[in-house]
């Protein structure tokens, strides 16, 4: 069947796009405005078609209107980020990309596309106030934790398996060095802990912090934020320092380098290389000292194969690279952290709680943590917050854990079928884990209770790889 496009059709169907779009006639008059244009600048359609362009944004003129630009120079601009006040007076940022509209060789009108970045608003408040923050430790006043400062040390990283002592002595010597560091690690693995552990225990520890995710941001705005700007580099722009110059001589955390578009990436590699930036449309470099970490929740070269990371760029960052291990591979590290955090939500929540029962962290160490550290950490705060009792029971947890629960009972049933050798050494096994458990983690302490010698132990924990 023959689809007709009836301009009725086409406007309902920009009715559903996120973006905001905007036509104007080669007059500068306001011929169409899709629902989120008017919803992102809170004016009503009625009120803004058949006004020129200015009338509406009172703020802008005929050089610094993308729209009417497009129509003078007859050529598209692409990502633009503007700031403005609407004829309500509210302030606006948006990221604009303009085209000229052609009919048989004569401009006849221009349309813009729009995408409103007026809620990061307060990335731009965390950077003013990183700047006060920096001035008022000039003057010799005492900043806040919140700000410029890194906030955990490596006594904050939970863990005792030799994924994580192997890490953490990695980490360790990582921060007696200036090279440029990269953390790879899935999602709630610790990579902010241990850059904010690597910059405290480094000789940059009493100079800035400051840490910038580089996903879901605009390339115009991040580059803004990262570099900073000059007074008329972009319409509504100010003079105001970058993140660069307010880390200077400290550390920069950049999280989620491979979600950083790809023209920033060639400007960071700039500053890796000289350690000068340029602001958003300056003409002068600054020198700049930053120690730059960077974490990727993927793995870096899986990023740079799929061209999410420039290769020159990774080879720049991976000077010092860290792996951090998931929970499911460092399982050992459960009980010590299950007890971490039912000490922590004791405190947090004015509870009570003794321990978890043997029971549950049988269910815990069965169970592949997807969300990793942060997903136990969750589980348990939200137990706690429910449960009755001073003992968390499998009764306790969320539902979806039932699963896991049965699992462990069909594998208790399980074992009356197999070869004595095989149910000698489960056995062995869960008394050797549970002699881990209640001697949290200390071996000599579970050997004695075992009766063994603390050599066999360290023999039978290697061969079973519970460690």
């Not at 002068?284 to 070269?301: F, G, M, W, Y």
Request: proline content about 3%; glycine content about 6%; aromatic content about 6%.
């Amino acid at each position: 069947m023959e689809m007709i496009f009836t301009q009725k059709n086409v406007e309902k169907i920009l009715d559903h796009v996120e973006e905001g779009i905007q036509i104007i006639d080669g007059r500068g008059r306001i011929v169409y405005f899709n629902k989120a244009a008017a919803e992102h600048e809170e004016i009503k359609r009625e009120e803004a078609v058949g006004k020129h362009i200015l009338d509406i944004y009172p703020s802008l003129d005929p050089e610094t209107s993308t729209l009417l630009r497009a129509i003078e120079k007859g050529v598209p601009t692409f990502d633009i980020q503007q700031t403005f006040l609407n004829y309500k007076g509210k302030k606006i940022t948006t990221i604009n990309s303009s085209f000229p509209i052609k009919a048989k060789g004569k401009i006849i009108g221009a349309i813009e596309i729009s995408r409103n970045i007026t809620d990061v608003k307060e990335l731009s408040e965390k950077v003013v106030a990183l700047q006060e923050q920096l001035i008022d430790k000039k003057k010799g006043k005492k900043s806040n934790k919140n700000g410029d400062s890194a906030q955990f040390t490596f006594f904050d990283i939970i863990g005792r398996s030799k994924e994580m002592v192997k890490v953490k002595g990695l980490a360790m010597k990582a921060a007696q060095t200036a090279s440029p560091v990269l953390i790879y690690g899935e999602t709630g693995t610790g990579k902010e802990l241990f850059v904010h552990a690597i910059h405290t225990a480094s000789c940059r520890r009493d100079k800035p912090f400051i840490a910038q995710n580089c996903g879901a941001l605009p390339a115009a705005l991040l580059e803004s934020i990262l570099f900073g700007t000059v007074k008329g580099s972009f319409t509504g722009a100010d003079n105001r320092a970058g993140l660069f110059e307010l880390a200077n001589g400290g550390t920069l955390f950049l999280d989620e380098i491979n979600s950083m578009p790809i023209e920033l990436q060639v400007k960071l590699l700039r500053v890796l290389q000289d350690g000068r930036i340029r602001r958003v449309g300056d003409s002068k470099t600054r020198q700049v000292d930053v120690r730059i970490i960077a974490a990727s929740n993927e793995d870096p070269l899986s990023a740079v194969e799929n061209k999410r990371l420039r290769r020159d760029l990774y080879y720049r960052l991976n000077v010092i690279s860290l792996k951090l291990p998931e929970l499911k591979d460092r399982k050992g590290d459960i009980p010590i952290l299950t007890k971490h955090f039912v000490d922590k939500f004791n405190n947090k929540l004015n509870k009570e709680v003794l321990k978890v029962s043997d029971e549950v962290l049988e269910v815990f160490e069965n169970y592949d943590w997807p969300g990793n550290v942060r997903e136990l950490e969750h589980v348990i705060e939200g137990t706690m917050n429910l449960m009755d009792g001073n003992i968390i029971t499998i009764d306790c947890l969320p539902m979806y854990f039932e699963k896991i629960t049965k699992r462990s009972l069909k594998k208790e049933i399980d074992i009356k079928n197999v070869p004595l050798n095989e149910a000698l050494k489960s056995l062995e096994i869960e008394m050797i884990k549970n002699a881990l458990r209640e001697g949290d983690g200390n071996i000599s302490h579970a050997a004695d209770s075992l009766k063994i010698p603390r050599q066999t132990l360290q023999y039978k924990i290697k061969k079973y790889k519970l460690q």
